[in-house]
């Protein structure tokens, strides 16, 4: 009876941390599919590495990285939830497979810069900043690959048109992410 007692707080918690993420999912996947082709490159512009930062502060590192996971999942699937509204795994396999895999990296490096030096008010830029680096890098030598080029040709079509955007992203989610997080908490118990 004692044990059945102790275990209603843990289930309710439990089912808390699946419905948030299962949210954070959906969020994910409503945003990531509208995107803006670039003549230039095959990598779209997209907001979804804005939501997976925007994840990290509401849910922290694991069930962030949970949710990448289960977008990528669902995506490979076929569901039209990558960019422009595509899916399947020839999208990941495709030129921006190594992005969207790089995802996963957004979430776990500003994850754990959150998770161990959250005593710093803006802690988790640099690990934001090392997140999209390392993405960056996973996704420039893997649309390198795809389109038999160096990878100073993908980093100059992959990467430098994107880097004044994501900059204002990183420095958006470090000031908008803590407030949606505690706004989250106060809300629903969280």
């Known amino acids: 009876m004692k044990n059945d007692i102790k275990s209603i707080p843990d289930k309710r918690s439990r089912l808390r941390q699946i419905t948030a ?3 954070m999912t959906a969020v994910i996947c409503i945003i990531a599919p509208f995107s803006i082709p670039l003549p230039m490159s095959p990598v779209p512009l997209s907001m979804t590495n804005f939501v997976i930062f925007i994840a990290v502060y509401i849910l922290g590192m694991k069930q962030a990285v949970s949710c990448v996971l289960l977008y990528l ?3 490979a699937a076929g569901i039209p939830f990558f960019s422009s509204f595509s899916g399947g795994l020839g999208k990941l396999a495709g030129p921006t497979g190594g ?3 790089g995802f996963i990296f957004l979430a776990l490096i500003p994850g754990f ?14 690990g934001m900043i090392l997140g999209m680096a390392v993405c960056y890098i996973f996704g420039t030598v893997w649309l390198a690959l795809q389109i038999n080029q ?3 040709a993908s980093l100059t079509i992959g ?6 955007g994501d900059s204002v992203k990183i420095i958006v989610a470090a000031v908008a992410g ?4 505690a706004a989250v908490r ?5």
Do not use: C
């Open 21 to 23: 993420i299962g949210l």
């Open 73 to 75: 999942l669902l995506g």
């Open 99 to 101: 992005y969207l895999i």
């Open 113 to 126: 810069f959150l998770e161990h030096f959250s005593t710093k008010k803006y802690t988790a830029i640099p």
């Open 150 to 152: 160096s990878f100073i």
């Open 159 to 164: 990467v430098l048109p994107y880097l004044p």
């Open 178 to 181: 803590p407030k949606l997080s």
């Open 186 to 190: 106060r809300s629903s118990g969280y």
